[in-house]
């Protein structure tokens, strides 16, 4: 083999070498996980399974909504709540209220197949336990999900009072 046809079987070889790279490349960004990306519409309605578990008055089934590691900085609590125990402990107290949210305006960001953000405002209806007495408190909310197991999950979810409420 002469020296000039090792370097054409050298610069073939690496010009395979590469192009099977992007190729590779190219196949994993573009294949069924983009494909899967859910739609603005579905991510919006994730706040409806979690407003709807919210009816159920079992802090239980809102806090299955989270997953193991996520992180609360709820709307009428100064505390962060990074576990199950913590997220079932400030439902409980929550609910009581007998909450009904309401979105007034979402933005949905979807990042990929596995993670979105929804983040916007709401309003929740609630009622005093004791009294009967009925307010309405409104507060802009972030939800990052993720999606594990093939279930979508709260991973990080931020609500405040709105400043000028």
């Known amino acids: 083999m002469t020296r000039k046809t090792r370097i054409r079987a050298a610069v073939v070889t690496a010009a395979a070498v590469v192009a099977a790279g992007?190729?590779?490349?190219?196949?994993?960004?573009?294949?069924?996980?983009?494909?899967?990306?859910?739609?603005?519409?579905?991510?919006?309605?994730?706040?409806?399974?979690?407003n709807a578990a919210l009816q159920t008055g079992d802090a239980q089934k809102v806090a299955d909504l989270y997953a193991e590691d996520a992180v609360l900085l709820p709307t009428v609590s100064n505390k962060i709540r990074i576990d199950r125990e913590g997220r079932v402990d400030y439902f409980e107290h929550f609910l009581e209220n007998k909450p009904v949210g309401t979105k007034i305006q979402t933005v949905v960001n979807v990042l990929d197949a596995n993670s979105a953000i929804d983040t916007g405002t709401y309003k929740f209806d609630l009622t005093d336990p004791e009294t009967g007495e009925k307010r309405v408190v409104e507060a802009r909310y972030t939800y990052e999900y993720e999606k594990r197991n093939g279930e979508w999950k709260i991973v990080n979810h931020h609500s405040s009072a709105m400043p000028e409420g």
């Open 22 to 50: 992007t190729f590779a490349a190219g196949a994993a960004t573009a294949g069924p996980a983009q494909a899967g990306k859910p739609s603005k519409a579905q991510v919006a309605s994730l706040f409806d399974t979690w």
